[in-house]
């Protein structure tokens, strides 16, 4: 069933922009293929690399601790893009996949659904562009691996891996003052 042209001009401008911009983000990982999934980690590190490239201009970012290849790690996550993900799921444009290990703890993954591909070639260059241009700066896509110490690193075709920070805690300075009740 085809969607038509103005519906699909809708529903992106029901997303927001940054919201259509990691829906084209996961349809770049994930689009065209029904046993491709993007794992959790992945995704935050793409996410929190994106929002330090200036991709996402809503998206923030804070420490959290999660669980990192099987030690609790203080990570860069976004809020809002979680909140735009679970969206984005409700709208029914991503599927969700929950995995087991072999130890029982537990993996998400995620994919673009065939109604999030009709969407996504609606999707304007203003939103494709910058998309594109970060993480698919050589025409291939940048990948996720990791050092021995298990830190994300980010893979551009023909460059050395480079340390994002996804790891790292910031130190934020403030000001505060007492307040007496």
Known sequence: MAVSAEVLREKVKELG????KLLYL???????SRSRWIKDYALWVLIY????????EGYDYAPRVIMWHGAFRTANISEEAGRDLLRLRNMGLVKKLRLATSKYRYIT???VSEKGEALVQGLSEKVKRPVEEVFK????????VLDREFK?????????????????TEEVP???DPVFL
């Open 152 to 168: 994300p690193l980010v893979k551009i075709y023909g460059q050395a891996p480079i340390n994002v920070g996804f790891l790292d």
């Open 26 to 32: 996961l349809y770049l990982y994930t689009g065209g």
């Open 49 to 56: 690399y994106g929002i330090t490239k200036g991709v996402f």
């Open 174 to 176: 403030y000001d505060s």
């Open 137 to 144: 700066p050589s025409g291939r896509l940048i990948e996720i």
């Open 109 to 111: 993954a995620y994919r």
């Open 17 to 20: 922009e940054d919201a259509a």
